[in-house]
């Protein structure tokens, strides 16, 4: 009895393991395969969460209609968190076991994959974080999670670099956030302070959220700074710019590339013109950008094409890499294949930023940095040589 | 010198908006005894309606007023009618619960109607730098402590004067003895909110013209709220002084003292001020019989 | 058969309850929740532990709102507060776990004595700005005090293991939080039925009325902040731990109000209320988004350009139809439904 029971667990066992090999991962039929993304889709995130999204959406539709990958189309399942960890929590869960999806073409934000990153890590699925690239997501390297982009300190640091070397011997003021973010630029910008012995006249963090500058600009004005780092994402750094206008004041200001969307230009008015920024994927003002918003005009709905911001191109390079390893892995697609062709990703180009590539200990793309020069005329990013 | 002007000018403009929001909170306050935590979305959803009116009719600076309070009325008479009458003779956490609700609709609606990008309210007016020696000032900015002023005024003159703003004050009083004595609270709390609403919107209108529209703007009530508390709730010219004195005391203490402590303080000062004098500078002890 | 409920003596009014059925009952569910991380897949589980988490937290908003009637918006402070008590003291300082229990639930409560002791003077809508602006400035504490908390940084927290035990798996994490929502459960409960339950109760009704019949007000309120700033650190820790990474931002303000909501829609002072609006609340996304899904694509399109607000709008919504129609919350339609049970086909 004991034996029949042993050789039927064993069969059994058997059984599952040549079937496991046969059949295909989770989310695999034989018409599609399913990915979803983690991302805030609702509240004032939404803004980079939908034109992330959007990118995404663009690389997938771009692959359906070259006949879908070996016969497969790509389908998107969106699951919104709102920002907030513990739901990124609940719905990388809920992807991975609900939904089934196959692959994360896109994941949350910083804080957000760092806070599901053992649920990412434990499943195995193969993962893309392209919003917020930080320390913590690529290092130590984990099989499966991608980081496409460069890091937020490298960034300052390419930023301070540049304004320094243009603007020796001047004075500089900064104004950071203060939360994760603001930390990562405070840090990028410590190293190049002490590197290069930059005179610091201000130095200031506001809270999320802050919407009136005045008393900041103002202290800004006061210290003289000629060279200015201006830390906010969105609404800040507009706040910021306009306040600096009715103070008279015009320091030769930088900018993030979380902020370094093309709206707030306009907002600014003119005096956004000649603002520096730092960013790893191409303004809309140079000929690839163009061809970008080309390429995705047919492929996205109207009001999407509206949204579209520098998290689109992310969004995009980060699904193409994704779906170029699936290509390679053909019909018998698994996590293990998946997760292996994308480490060896090699000078794949996207044209929306320098070629990316990992390595076997490398989940981190580390994409080269351009800096770019608002153009108020043409409301738009130029790069600077 | 020039320094502490500056700070103080635009703290007294920001101020303003403060006290205009304050306001918005007092005059619900005192007609229903309730605080209005949808104040701020209330200030941001008249803002963007006005928006919606500049991008797609006109940018006349009048048409654009008129029709985004017109809307604000409207909208302050629908919530009173539709959400809070039903709530008349429900316990206080109840109703204060419904406005945090309502809250949360008016916030969501934001991205559901329009989207999460900034926007600049452009009216073809407020925007120009006025300098007078080294400092300047928007006019807009000017123009809202204009405003503030002459709400003050019209609301001290309306209270004392006008029948309606004396029966207000008596349905703050005690609205059973208002009742018996033939004032129609119904009425009065609706006129609260229609009247809150429009004061609001002016607050919105004024805001996105000088630091433009954004999804966060609702924060703007959270940033006024400690001005009704050192104002009084139920003072509604007193609230309004106070979201002057918030918005310069703010503004010196982000200059001299570094700005983290800037956002922080109106919270700070709402303890101090409910340990001290619960009923603010300018309200009302009240006391309970048993 | 039962022909009604009779009460001779004082123990049989204040026991738990009178009826072998309901412990009976009670423990089919106690296993059942036991036996269920092993029977569920990942994402219920989660959701569990989610929910798990939450009763205890809303247990502990329970004692202050429901039974004395305080009404706090500060909840999120003394959560945030638990999170990093427990994070500091069994992260950073590397103590051991139950330390870092006993730090996340002392912590809270001694600044609920910090924030209680002079809010006492206040009642009604001015105690809960108070505490209002008291969640904003614990915040900010937080993140000046780099040196102890990391700052802006966050804290890792890592799965505690003490006793012997490792509840580093998701199951047994999970068998963690039903422990101590059964703890507090019970802890609640029995709080009610003695004499200081009675007092809290006494203080909501009427407080001038309760300090005639001779209880301190004084002493009984501090007493209800603390006890429920000791629960809701305790959930702090616990909601850190499922997070697995603690900072000020995955403790929004909305947090204070989603447990006042579920309050509410369960039906305020009631801990079984305070159970069953926490299932509610933390499923209506899940409700929602069936419901949406049912429409097709072409909802899904629409999804990408703003309609993912609807589920807060809805929130919102239910939110004020239970105030509206059943300010008892679930817990009286649950009594009606039993009353309809006994009586039908008669009405009362």
């Not at chain 2, 010196?252 to 700070?268: M, N, P, Q, R």
């Not at chain 3, 829609?265 to 159970?275: H, K, M, R, Y």
């Amino acid at each position: 009895m004991r034996n029949t029971l042993a050789a039927a667990a064993l069969a059994c066992a058997a059984g599952t393991m040549s079937f496991g090999a046969l059949a295909a991962e989770q989310g695999v039929t034989d018409t599609e395969i399913l990915l979803g993304s983690v991302i805030p889709l609702t509240g004032p995130p939404a803004l980079l969460g939908v034109a992330h999204t959007t990118g995404v959406k663009v690389a997938i539709a771009e692959a359906n209609n070259a006949g879908g990958v070996k016969g497969r189309k790509l389908r998107l399942v969106m699951d919104d968190d709102g920002y907030v960890s513990a739901r990124t929590l609940q719905s990388t869960r809920k992807l991975i076991d609900v939904d089934k999806v196959f692959a994360i073409p896109g994941h949350s934000g910083s804080g957000q994959v760092v806070a599901a990153m053992p649920v990412l890590e434990k499943s195995g699925i193969p993962t893309i974080a392209s919003v917020g690239p930080v320390k913590a997501i690529y290092d130590p390297p984990r099989p499966n999670v991608f980081a496409v982009g460069s890091s937020y300190e490298d960034g300052i640091r390419a930023l301070v670099r540049y304004l320094g070397d243009r603007n020796p011997g001047k004075t500089w003021g900064i104004i950071t956030q203060d939360d994760d973010y603001g930390v990562a630029v405070r840090d990028g910008f410590d190293t190049v302070q002490k590197e290069k012995k930059l005179n610091v006249v201000l130095s200031a963090t506001y809270k999320r959220g802050q919407q009136d500058f005045s008393s900041e600009m103002a202290r800004l004005k006061e210290s003289g700074a000629e060279v200015f780092l201006a830390g906010g994402i969105i609404s800040e750094n507009i706040a910021m710019v306009k306040e600096m206008e009715k103070l008279s004041i015009k320091p030769v200001t930088g900018i993030f590339w979380p902020g370094r969307v093309e709206a707030i230009l306009k907002l600014m008015g003119p005096a956004s013109d000649g603002l520096y920024a730092v960013d790893y994927v191409e303004p809309f003002g140079s000929p690839a950008g163009q061809a970008f918003m080309e390429k995705a005009k047919p492929l996205v709905s109207e009001a999407e094409f509206k949204g579209i911001n520098r998290y689109t191109m992310a969004g995009y390079a980060g699904a193409r890499v994704l779906i170029e390893a699936i290509k390679r892995c053909g019909r018998e697609l698994t996590w293990a294949c998946t997760n292996a062709e994308m480490a060896r990703t090699k000078d794949l180009e996207t044209g929306v930023m320098a070629p990316i590539g990992f390595g076997p200990n490398s989940r981190f793309t580390d994409s080269r940095l351009q800096i770019m020069q608002a153009d108020f005329a043409t409301l738009s990013y130029k790069p600077v040589q | 010198m020039r320094f502490f002007l500056e700070l103080a000018l635009s703290g007294l403009a920001v101020g303003a908006v403060y006290g205009l929001v304050a306001m918005g909170f007092a005059v619900i306050y005192k007609a229903t005894g309730l605080v209005n935590f949808a104040q701020g979305e209330l200030t941001m959803i008249i803002a963007y309606i006005a928006w919606t009116i500049q991008t797609n009719l006109t940018g006349n600076v009048a048409v654009v007023t008129v029709g985004a309070l017109g809307a604000a009325l409207l909208l302050g008479l629908a919530i009173e009618r539709v959400v809070m009458r039903p709530m008349l003779g429900e316990p206080v956490f109840a109703t204060v619960m419904v406005t945090i609700a309502l809250a949360v609709i008016l916030r969501s609606s934001i991205n559901f109607i329009w989207d999460a990008y900034p926007h600049g309210l452009d009216l073809g007016v407020g925007r120009s730098v006025v300098r007078a020696g080294a400092v300047g000032i928007r006019t807009g900015q000017i123009a809202v402590v204009a405003t503030l002023l002459a709400m003050l005024a019209g609301f001290t003159l309306f209270f004392r004067y006008s029948r309606f703003g004396i029966a207000m004050r008596a349905v703050a009083a005690d609205d059973r003895t208002a009742l018996l004595m033939g004032v129609s609270t119904g009425r009065v709390h609706a006129a609260a909110w229609a009247a809150s609403a429009v004061i609001s919107g002016i607050a919105g209108i004024f805001f996105a013209v000088s630091y433009d529209l954004s999804p966060t703007m609702f924060q703007l009530g959270l940033k006024s709220f400690p001005a009704t508390i050192l104002g009084g709730l139920d003072a509604v010219i007193g609230s309004g002084l106070g979201g002057v004195i918030i918005g310069v005391a703010e503004n010196l203490a982000g200059g001299y003292l570094g700005s983290g402590t800037k956002e922080v303080a109106g919270f700070v000062l709402i303890i101090v001020i409910l340990m001290v004098r619960p009923f603010g500078l300018f309200g009302q002890r009240d006391i309970e019989r048993v | 058969m039962r022909s009604g409920t009779f009460k001779e003596t004082y123990p049989e009014l204040i026991a738990l309850t009178d009826s072998r059925l309901v412990w009976f009952w009670g423990a089919v569910l106690a296993i059942a929740l036991a036996a269920a991380p092993y029977l569920v897949n990942a994402y219920l589980l989660s959701l569990l532990t989610a929910i798990l988490i939450t009763v205890t937290g809303v247990l502990g908003l329970n004692i202050l709102t429901g039974y004395t009637g305080l009404i706090s918006l500060g909840h999120v402070g003394f959560l945030v507060t638990g999170a990093y008590g427990y994070a500091v003291v069994s992260g950073r300082w590397g103590l051991p776990p139950l330390l870092g229990f006993a730090a996340s639930g002392s912590v809270a409560a001694l600044l609920s004595l910090v924030v209680g002791a002079p809010s006492l003077r206040l009642r009604g809508l001015y105690l809960a700005i108070t505490t209002l602006a008291f969640a904003f400035i614990v915040s900010h504490l937080i993140i000046e005090a780099a040196p102890l908390t990391n700052g802006a940084r966050g804290i890792t927290v890592e799965r505690p293991s003490f006793g012997g035990l490792s509840f580093a798996s998701d199951q047994a994490f999970a068998h963690l939080c039903l422990a101590i929502a059964i703890l507090t459960l019970f802890g609640t409960l029995n709080l009610r039925r003695s004499r200081i339950g009675r007092a809290f109760v006494a203080i909501r009704d009427n407080d001038i009325a309760a300090r005639a019949m001779g209880v301190n007000l004084h002493a009984y309120k501090l007493l209800a902040f603390t006890t429920s700033a000791f629960v809701t650190g305790i959930a702090g820790a616990l909601y850190g731990i499922y997070l697995s990474y603690v900072s000020v931002e995955g403790f929004p303000f909305l947090l204070s109000i989603e447990a006042l909501a579920i309050l509410i829609v369960g039906g305020l002072g009631s801990p079984l209320g305070a159970i069953l609006g926490t299932i509610f609340v933390t499923l209506l996304p899940e409700l929602t988004r069936s419901a949406l899904a049912m429409f097709g694509s072409e909802a899904e399109a629409l999804f990408s350009t703003g309609a993912q607000e609807l589920k807060s709008i809805l929130y919102g919504v239910v939110i004020i139809l239970f105030l509206r129609f059943e300010p008892r919350g679930l817990v009286g339609i649950w009594h009606d439904i039993r009353r309809l049970w006994v009586h039908w086909p008669l009405r009362f």
